[in-house]
């Protein structure tokens, strides 16, 4: 069994910045890919940013410039640096390992 414990949501204004992460416990052989998704309010869930085991990253068109993903392999977590904060990126943001695990989510809120 897999465990991600997620943490570093907030309120903020719009402008500001939040950090998340996401660290991995439990039963992993080896993880490759750790990403970050996020669902707002009568939305679909979307990708927001995912960084494999070999440092390749993508990212939604929509945070490009703004948020930076990271990982540090030795402690199994990942991160999302998100600066310029707006209050389009108000949602509830998961974790997701191997495209098998996912975190119970952290609320972001953004405001005007």
């Known amino acids: 069994q897999v465990q991600l414990m997620e943490s570093g949501g907030g309120l903020v204004q719009a402008g500001g910045s939040l950090r998340l992460s996401c660290a991995a416990s439990?039963?992993?052989?080896?993880?490759?890919?750790m990403g970050w998704y996020r669902q707002a309010p009568g939305k679909q869930r979307e990708l927001v940013a995912a960084?494999?085991?070999?440092?390749?990253?993508n990212y939604a068109d929509s945070v490009k410039g703004r948020f930076t993903i990271s990982r540090d392999n030795a402690k199994n977590t990942v991160y999302l640096q998100m600066n310029s904060l707006r209050p389009e990126d108000t949602a509830v943001y998961y974790c997701?390992?191997?495209?098998?695990?996912w975190g119970q989510g952290t609320q972001v809120t953004v405001s005007s």
């Open positions: 997701r390992v191997n495209l098998v695990y």
């Open positions: 960084v494999t085991s070999g440092g390749t990253i």
């Open positions: 439990g039963s992993i052989f080896s993880i490759n890919l």
